[in-house]
């Protein structure tokens, strides 16, 4: 089965810093990459995704990044704010549509 | 606006005993899910769902079981309830073919003692 790797667990970021979190998998037929957000005890919503196709996509203040060459993916965030401050999840699926999370990274951005 | 509902936001059991978590979305998905979210371990998939009495294990299936009578409704079952099982527990539900994305419930914060 899919194995998703991500890191950093933690992050800490000046307000107005850039964030960067990256994942690997490891099966090469997986084509589907989302990003979820996962507030302070709320539910994960997603925030942005990338499919096998396209090698970046942008939108506002973040981006994912893909190279399926190396099997790794990023989500940066620029200008980060405090309402950033969150646990970001990354995920990897085949057209299954199950999704495959990595552990988690908590970005905590400092005022 | 999707709605993924739970039974419960917290739920304390004992050892032993069998437990009954349901989910509702109402948005017509094909799809549903249920996952447990530990410290350090992200999302793990117990069972998921694409149809009416359709299952499929995940990734951690043992000590738990599943019933979906309804498409609207998915259900998680624990048959005797152990310690490790102590856990938060979040629903999801998705669409087949119209979008890829999951939409998750506010989850159940279950504890055994």
């Known amino acids: 089965g899919e194995n998703v790797e991500q890191h950093p667990s933690t992050l800490s970021v000046q307000e107005g810093d850039s964030a960067v979190i990256k994942c690997t998998y490891s099966?090469?037929?997986?084509?589907?990459f989302p990003w979820y957000k996962q507030e302070l005890g709320k539910r994960p919503q997603l925030i942005i995704d990338?499919?096998?196709?396209?090698g970046e996509k942008k939108d506002q203040r973040i981006a994912v990044t893909l190279n399926k060459t190396a099997k790794h993916f990023s989500l940066h965030i620029t200008e980060t704010q405090p309402e950033d401050s969150a646990v970001y999840f990354c995920a990897a699926s085949r057209n299954d549509y199950k999704l495959s999370f990595g552990a988690g990274t908590t970005v905590t951005v400092r005022a | 606006d999707v709605k993924v509902t739970q039974s419960s936001r917290y739920l304390v059991k004992r050892t032993g005993e069998k437990v009954f978590l349901e989910c509702v979305q109402d948005m017509d998905h094909e799809n549903m899910f249920w996952y447990r979210q530990d410290p350090g371990l992200g999302l793990r998939l117990i069972y998921f769902?694409?149809?009416?009495?359709?299952?499929e294990k995940g990734d951690i299936p043992e000590g738990y079981s599943v019933s979906r009578e309804k498409k609207e409704r998915f259900s998680l079952i624990l048959e005797s309830a152990s310690t490790n099982q102590t856990s938060m527990y979040l629903c999801?539900?998705?669409?087949?073919?119209?979008?890829?994305?999951?939409?998750f419930g506010p989850g159940t914060r279950l504890t055994v003692t």
């Open positions: 769902s694409y149809d009416v009495k359709m299952k």
């Open positions: 999801a539900s998705g669409s087949l073919g119209r979008e890829d994305e999951q939409y």
């Open positions: 990338i499919r096998s196709n396209v």
């Open positions: 099966d090469s037929a997986s084509n589907y």
